[in-house]
């Protein structure tokens, strides 16, 4: 059992499982600040392909880089902050996340391999990878095994 094990599972317990049912009982999504609702919604769920020091940061640059909009989603007491955009092909309403959860990956593998001094650990890099892809193919299962998220979610590398 990885570290990304547990991760994957909470990301997935808090955040996907939550707006897939959401998108479920509505039949598609209402974006709460801008009051518009949608019927056809996919959720995105990007993974870097490599660790950064802060994978929130490296969201918030992808997300302006691609001028995705930011709205909320899901009840009035618990709201959902999402990041989205709408295809002018086929309408459909895509929610992106990047789970910043993965910053905890980091700091797990430098309490099991101690720094050997300055520089890049080629180990601790291999690791990493490691981490990211279990996490994936963890979140990949957990989705396939839940009827409200496996229609609607798709886990993809970021490119």
Known sequence: MLPSTSLAIGYFNSFIANVSRSIFEEDGCNLGKSNSFHENVKLRILIPKELSGDVGAKAQIYYRSQNFELDEI????????IRYFKSKIDS????????????????????????????????????ESKELENFRRTLEYLVQQDDYAKDIVKIEWME
């Open 74 to 81: 899901g009840n009035k007491k618990r709201p959902f902050s």
């Open 92 to 127: 459909e309403l895509s929610i992106v996340d990047m789970p910043t959860t993965l910053n905890a990956i980091r700091p797990a593998i430098n309490l099991l391999i101690l720094d050997s001094g300055l520089g890049i650990n080629p180990d601790k890099i291999k690791l």
